[in-house]
């Protein structure tokens, strides 16, 4: 018993230790397939944002793809791992939803965000994640991705600091940026002059 308690301390404390690594430590147990999930729901939030850096940071871009497939595969168990002790959690979902594009599997990856948002519907930085996600694919994912997307952009337009997010995506992401317009642009006259307020704010900035 009391080695089943070490190891469940070592399980726990080891994402916290990790963390002072940079960030190439802290990635390369998703990469090697030695990263596990935890008893802990904190530390697997932790996982699940280490898993979110090693399949969209650019420093996974730089990486083979041999090691970014790696890193996928391993990312969509630990995934599902977590979600099958903590099916509402949403973040894990969407982790899931990206190693499954990483991987060429869009239908799957569309079905995880779907459960991304089902599960998190009002948490307005998970919809910031999944926008940034589905932009540059929404031409590719059908319908599917548009039930996400939608329903994510009203929920930060008609929210109090949501139009300034919607303004630095649409700036970020060029011409992808245009679906954006597209949702605002038939929602109350009042979200669509927030964000519109945000947008010259942003172009002040810059000029």
Known sequence: MAAAGLDAVLGESSAFFTRSGNMAERLEPLYNGTAHVSHSTYANKLLMRDCDEALSSVYARLLPQEQRLAGARSCLALSEGVNASSPADGLAWLIQAKAQDALGDMPAATAALRR???????????????????????????????????????????????PARLAEIYKQHGENGQALIGVIDKL????????????????RQDS
Do not use: C, H, Y
Not at 121 to 149: D, H, K, N, T
């Open 116 to 162: 991304s948002q089902e599960a998190s519907a009002g948490e307005g930085w998970l919809a910031v994640s999944r926008i940034r996600f589905l932009l540059p694919r929404l031409s590719g994912m059908g319908e599917a991705a548009q039930a996400v997307f939608v329903p994510d952009v009203t929920l930060l337009a008609m929210s109090r600091n949501g």
């Open 188 to 203: 109350p006259d009042t979200a669509k002059a927030q964000f519109l307020k945000q947008l010259r704010a942003l172009s």
